[in-house]
């Protein structure tokens, strides 16, 4: 008989699982997008979208943007530019390391093509916008010899005659306040007067200013200038300035007008300098600097991108996202970065994946917004506890290229209050081929097109029915690059219908949990299929092909019914009949078995069908397939084990790696090498209950925990066996469950014995369930 819409929604449930990529690690990961829920907060800001605008593209490289109005200015090394969609070698027009384009329509600007004969590092526009003061390896500008800097019309790109400086080698950055322009880079002589990688010349004419700080080690990469003219800020990998290399290690705040050095907070906290390390940009802001950085070796600390405050230099916050960031641009209340971060765990982000995933374009909260956590690695480490960004929801994907071997993608980001602008050597954004320019807008100013990446065959539920009557669907949430949060419609036989179950929920391209809903009302022995539809804020959705589902038509065990009764988020019954999977009959979790164990053994009272036999090698044990979160604040871990006399191991625990063994584990359940039942948090070397009775005896016991901030108790057989009163830390984590072996220095860290029905809940279980629970297994049918 089937029931009403209406009721079949109040007597079905839905469960939502996280299931997040990474490591043991408290769940802190932070959503915003294009359409945050709360743009006001500091901590969610909108985004631009991730769609990648129609943008001219280049033959090899870009390394610098800067916008004057509604024309950005390139700067880097190419030789050709083409439209939009064009193929290489398509539609060409000449443009020598330099062109424009309008920043509204994405056109190239055919009246702005200077002729350069080396690359563009640096486009500076003059306060007036009348000059663009440009740097670089060239030496001559429209056939004029222009060694390095040279000062040209916006308008026409033509060479500004009267400004006549000249360096020996690199200009890479160009800084501009009043009447004088500050030049950084190899150099080594301006003008033919000695200036060992930085000068200051004439805006007018060129000539050469007394200011001269002196400068050992490396080139100057970048310059920033205090809105007032206080300062002037330089990055690079230079080892000292001005004699001192604790005000002048890769950074140096420097009197504008006398060049002397002045103490700056962020020298002694981040220090990047020599042949392996630098300072990579600097932004300017209205309250301070924005830096970005890279490192490798010993020669420097840091990697990310930090704030500082413009007259101490205090550190506002620090991205200790692992991987090297190039540039930063500041687009309302968030900072984009250009790099290749892989590892973004200690500011709450994504993990390091194996192989590695590299994201290229990344965006952060302009304001602090929490501490660094304590999973920073390497040298990053150090710095937990400091103020931190927070990651948002934009992950655009930009391709590699190859022009300059090293396998980057973005080199430049540049931004106004409506565009984000990335340049450098990729190839594609977002699969779409688009070689070296990419333009992003605030959703007000261009349609978001955008949707959930995953559709078809690749966004299917998982349906399960163990009780006659009931359904249970689950699914992996969808990704979309510029929104987390997402509305789920849930369909069932036919999309005609209205949808049987909504929710939304949040994700991103690295966090996606797992969604279920438990379907009721129905006919045993009937089939039904279902199918899932994300749909982003903006009305762009993917739908997923049908699955289906025949409902059971007998009652499940006693034992299995007693389970399910109290709503595990996971039971996994090790009664599979073949291959390397354990089926979850929530439907949310299964387990992938590892090694060689036995899958048919002998199975427990509980339900007489199999269990899996483990051997104790190291490579034998089973685990989820996606990590997931741990309930904060409470739990109960249940399972069957049978263990020889002598033997023990690890029975069931949370740990923070999958198909090796873990750094850390958190909340196990474990046979001592005496045969005692026992339960650890967090990977402590003397446990936190543990039994007094051997239960390595050949015999099938239930072993169970309950946990909750004040108190925890360990059953076998449905008894309490040690028990304990007193304040518990469980957070939420992330990390992947394990049955049968992980790291341990309390037992051996790989079971050798018998396991099966083995169950999770989120809540802790009363001692009455968990013995309801054992008394049921006394009911269960012959054995098959």
Not at 413 to 421: G, H, I, M, Q
Not at 462 to 481: E, H, I, L, R, Y
Request: aromatic share 8%; with cysteine; hydrophobic share 40%.
């Amino acid at each position: 008989m089937f029931l009403s819409r209406n009721r079949r929604l109040a007597a079905a449930s839905a469960t939502v699982l996280a299931l997040v990529a990474g490591s043991l690690v408290a769940a802190d990961a932070a959503l915003a997008d294009s359409a945050p829920t709360a743009p006001t907060n500091p901590k969610t800001p909108a985004t631009v979208s991730a769609v990648s605008l129609p943008t001219p593209q280049i033959n090899g490289v870009v390394w610098t943007q800067t916008v004057v109005g509604n024309t950005v200015f390139v700067g880097g090394k190419f030789s050709t530019a083409r439209p939009d969609g064009a193929l290489p070698g398509r539609s060409t027009v000449k443009r020598s390391s330099i062109l424009a384009y309008d920043i509204r329509t994405g056109a190239l600007i055919a009246k702005f093509a200077p002729v350069l004969n080396g690359q563009v590092k640096t486009i500076v526009p003059s306060a007036d916008k009348k000059r663009l003061y440009i740097g670089g390896d060239f030496t001559t500008v429209n056939g004029t010899t222009r060694n390095r800097i040279a000062a040209i019309s916006p308008a026409s790109g033509n060479v500004v005659s009267s400004f006549r400086a000249s360096a020996n080698k690199q200009v890479s950055a160009i800084g501009v306040y009043g009447s004088t322009v500050y030049a950084g880079g190899a150099f080594t002589t301006m003008d033919g007067r000695s200036r060992v990688k930085v000068a200051a010349v004439s805006s007018s004419t060129g000539a050469l200013t007394s200011w001269a700080p002196t400068l050992k080690g490396g080139d100057v990469t970048s310059i920033a200038i205090a809105p007032r003219g206080t300062r002037v800020v330089l990055g690079g990998a230079f080892t000292s300035v001005n004699g001192s290399s604790i005000y002048g290690y890769g950074l140096a705040s420097l009197v504008r007008t006398t060049g002397k050095t002045t103490r700056w907070a962020v020298d002694r906290v981040v220090r990047n300098a020599g042949a392996n390390s630098a300072i990579t940009s600097l932004t300017a802001t209205s309250t301070g600097v924005i830096g970005t950085a890279f490192r490798f070796g010993t020669s420097g600390n840091f990697e990310g991108a930090f704030r500082a405050d413009w007259s101490t230099g205090a550190v506002r916050w620090l991205e200790t996202c692992r991987g090297d960031v190039y540039s930063a641009a500041v687009s309302g209340s968030v900072v984009y970065t250009a790099g290749h971060a892989h590892n973004c765990d200690s500011v709450g982000g994504f993990r390091e994946t194996k192989p590695v995933t590299h994201r290229r374009a990344l965006a952060f909260t302009l304001a602090a917004t929490q501490k660094l956590n304590d999973r920073g690695s390497g040298p990053n480490a150090a710095f937990t506890g400091r103020p931190s960004p927070s990651l948002l929801n934009w992950y655009p994907e930009l391709t590699p290229g190859t022009f300059t071997g090293k396998q980057q993608a973005a080199w430049s980001v540049a931004a106004t209050s409506k565009y984000v602008l990335y340049g450098g050597e990729f190839t594609a954004v977002n699969g779409r081929p688009q070689q070296g320019l990419a333009r992003f807008a605030a959703p007000a100013t261009a349609a978001q097109s955008t949707g959930p990446v995953s559709n078809g065959a690749g966004f299917l539920p998982t349906v399960t029915s163990t009780v006659p009557g009931m359904a249970t669907v689950s699914w992996k949430s969808n990704a979309d690059p510029d929104n987390s949060t997402l509305t789920y419609q849930l369909y069932r036989d036919s999309l005609n219908d209205a949808p049987l179950y909504q929710v939304k929920a949040d994700s991103s391209v690295w966090y996606r949990p797992r969604l279920s809903f438990t379907d009721t009302g129905l006919t045993p022995g009937a089939t039904y299929s279902y199918r899932i539809r994300a749909i982003d804020p903006y009305g762009n959705a993917a739908l997923g092909d049908r699955v289906s589902v025949t409902i059971a038509s007998s009652a499940p065990p006693a034992y299995a019914a007693s389970v399910l009764a109290d709503k595990p988020t996971s039971f996994w019954r090790f009664g599979q009949a073949s291959g390397s999977t354990v089926r979850d009959e929530t439907g949310l979790a299964p387990l992938t078995v590892f090694g060689k164990p036995v899958p048919r053994a002998a199975g427990s009272s509980a339900d007489r069908t199999t269990a899996t036999q483990f051997t104790g090698a190291t490579s034998t044990y089973a685990g989820t397939a996606e990590p997931s979160t741990t309930t904060a604040g409470a739990q109960t871990i249940e399972a069957w084990v049978k263990v020889p006399k002598g033997k023990g191991g690890t029975v069931v625990v949370f740990g923070d790696s999958i198909g090796r063994t873990s750094g850390a584990t958190d909340r196990m359940l474990y046979v001592s090498s005496k045969g005692l039942p026992g339960f650890d948090l967090r990977s402590s070397t003397t446990g936190d209950l543990l039994g007094k009775r051997s239960i390595a005896d050949g015999k099938w016991h239930q072993l169970a925990l309950t946990a909750t901030t004040k108190s925890a108790q360990l059953f076998v057989d449905g008894k309490v066996v040690a028990s304990r009163t007193a304040a518990i830390s469980l957070p939420s984590r992330w990390g992947y469950w394990r049955v049968a072996g992980d790291r341990s220095t309390i037992a051996k860290p790989y079971l050798t014995g018998t396991v099966d029905d083995v169950s999770l809940y989120p809540r802790a279980l009363s001692s009455s369930r968990i013995a309801a629970h054992f008394t049921a297994s006394k009911k269960a049918p012959a054995s098959k």
